[in-house]
């Protein structure tokens, strides 16, 4: 039986189509959403859904009293920048006011006590504990459209003992390409690794495109959906473009997943490691923004060609994260509560938009 589309996400790819055809160019000004809702026999919020996850991807932008214009553009793989803003906008802060309702982490703390017991003294396999890998698993599945076997993922506590591992497992002979500005401690544990970094500067879609075509790195770390601390992120062309770079010789792209969580799509977000032709994206993600700061859990997606060469660099790493942190949050994670969270934050952020988009048409 063919799954049935709700009508803002056929509508969604339609756009999407025409525009990654080239059937409407980069600069053009979009229909209006009230015309598109008459063309396609839609309801205007319908139409104000697919634009929202069009805008959110990249390939179209709001302007004020203006409506929309298409931003995408392939340039044979490399997208024209805009130059980098003295002093960019829309910068996040880790930490913020989405703390995970404290009642429901207790809760699930005593559960998993009970439920447990001693077993929370054994200590957990080196890449993880296999419930939480399986619960990641599914998330992924559900939410990035990303299908990972539980044996390609690594948990580890926080970000940086993760880019730890991509250095043990890739070399610290390469070099690494990272954005400038970033987080602070990327580069502070790539250098401290003995890692050489080139900065390569951003603008508002993303690393600048005659930086990238100039760098010596083998290895991109790129954070697509919002970098820190300059709040820009990468449009779907740029995206492309890193992928671009990537193909050629023994190159790396290292994605970064930072606060994509509260992307406001309506459906699985499209990863650089799930558009990736190449098994040469790893992918890393935490838990810190999401649920607290203090839940130092965070994960590392390998492709499962490259499974067997990380696994003879880092598998004798003992895992860092308790047995019973990890059952909590794969216990979260499993019984729907992380994506309630999660659901709520969006459509909070979701009506603070749609009233943005309004006022552009």
């Known amino acids: 039986m063919k799954e049935h589309k709700p009508a803002y996400l056929e509508l969604y790819e339609t756009l999407r189509e025409e525009i990654r055809r080239g059937d409407r160019a980069a600069g053009e000004r979009l229909t ?77 703390m005593r559960r998993v006590l009970t439920d447990y017991g001693e077993a929370l003294m054994s200590k957990p396999p080196n890449q993880g504990c296999e419930e939480l890998r399986r619960a990641i698993s599914r998330y992924l599945g559900r939410n990035r459209g990303m299908q990972v076997r539980p044996e390609c993922i690594y948990v580890g506590a926080g970000a940086e003992y ?42 508002r879609n993303g690393i600048q495109s005659a930086a990238l075509r100039r ?38 792209v290292v994605e970064d997943d930072f606060e994509s969580e509260f992307s406001l799509l309506r459906k699985p977000e499209e990863t650089v490691f799930t558009a990736a032709e190449k098994d040469n994206v790893i992918y890393l993600n935490t838990f810190s923004r999401t649920i607290s700061p203090s839940l130092r859990i965070g994960y590392m997606v390998i492709p499962e060609s490259r499974l067997d ?35 709520r934050i969006r459509r909070e952020e979701r009506r603070k938009t749609q009233e943005e988009i309004r006022q552009c048409t």
Do not use: M
């Open 215 to 252: 760098t010596r790195a083998s290895v991109l770390h790129i954070t697509p959906y919002r970098s820190f601390p300059s709040g820009v992120t990468a449009t779907a062309s740029k995206r492309a473009e890193y992928l671009k770079w990537a193909e050629a010789g023994d190159r790396f």
């Open 32 to 108: 209006s959403r009230r015309q598109l809702a008459r063309d396609y026999g839609l309801s205007v919020v319908t139409v104000e859904h697919s634009l929202e996850l069009l805008c959110q991807e990249g390939y179209i932008e709001a302007r004020p009293r203006s409506g929309y214009y298409i931003i995408y553009q392939a340039e044979d793989g490399f997208a024209v920048s805009a130059p980098p803003e003295a002093e960019p906008r829309g910068a996040s802060v880790p930490g913020g006011e989405r703390t995970f309702p404290f009642s429901v982490l207790a809760r699930t």
């Open 309 to 343: 060469a990380f696994r003879a660099k880092i598998g004798f790493y003992s895992c860092t994260v308790p047995a019973f942190e990890q059952y909590v949050l794969a216990s979260l994670v499993d019984s729907g509560d992380f994506e309630r969270h999660i659901n």
């Open 162 to 203: 993760l880019y730890g591992l991509v250095v043990e497992a890739l070399g610290a002979d390469r070099v690494f390409a990272i954005e400038s500005p970033s987080y602070e401690k990327i580069e502070q544990v790539y250098r401290a690794r003995g890692v050489t970094c080139e900065l390569l500067p951003l603008g």
